[in-house]
């Protein structure tokens, strides 16, 4: 199951006003998104071009972690989350991650409720689901030469015998390689090894 379905639930359980999750931003858009906004206040918040003077938006390009939404009031001068109260979404939190090895790739996400603000336990949960899902995402590290060759063999249906042979050298070199290469890509077997690299463009 794709990570963010497996967490769409519960972050709408958190977040029962709505939310919204975009990730890995690069220039403008999102790689994947969830979008649990209500509609009639996309529809607003869209014809009125509040991105822009959204301070929700603004703290996600400034920072990293999360934090409440009543405290970005004071850079608001739009109103934009007064606008928000008069759709249900009267508290909310706002969470930011990058990798530092990551330049220009950010995830954010922005949670509502209607009956009290988040508490401090609830937002450090938004955060580590965000952080998660935006590590999820992330190409893997690359291969070299020699793992990829490795690899694409077995993927091929080649076995470690055959292969040690293809590229003359020992078994437990074979081994090694595959061993590294399902290590860089977070994988437990060889065939989510191979699914991984080609979901990437690796093999």
């Known amino acids: 199951m794709n990570l963010m379905k497996r967490y769409a639930d519960r972050l ?38 509040l991105v822009v003077h959204d301070p929700i938006m603004k703290w996600v390009y400034g920072h990293t972690g999360v934090t409440g939404w009543d405290r970005l009031g004071h850079d608001d001068p739009r109103n934009v989350l007064a606008d928000a109260r008069r759709y249900g979404m009267r508290y909310g ?34 955060l580590a689901i965000l952080t998660q899902l935006h590590k999820a995402g992330a190409p893997p590290r690359k291969l070299t030469r020699a793992e990829t060759e490795a690899l694409r063999m077995q993927a091929n249906g080649m076995r470690l015998k055959e292969i040690s042979a293809e590229l003359d050298i020992s078994m437990s070199a074979v081994k090694a390689r595959l061993a590294n290469a399902k290590r860089k890509l977070g994988a437990q077997t060889p065939s989510q090894a191979a699914s991984i690299a080609r979901s990437h463009g690796v093999l």
């Open 93 to 126: 939190a706002v969470a930011s991650v990058v990798c530092p090895d990551e330049q220009g790739r950010r995830s954010y996400g922005n949670f509502a409720r209607g009956d009290r603000p988040f508490k401090s336990f609830e937002m450090h949960e938004l």
């Open 12 to 49: 709408s359980e958190l977040a029962p006003a709505g939310c919204y999750v975009g990730l890995r931003v690069g220039f403008s858009y999102p790689a994947e998104e969830l979008n649990r906004l209500p509609e009639s206040w996309v529809e607003y918040y869209t014809v009125n071009g």
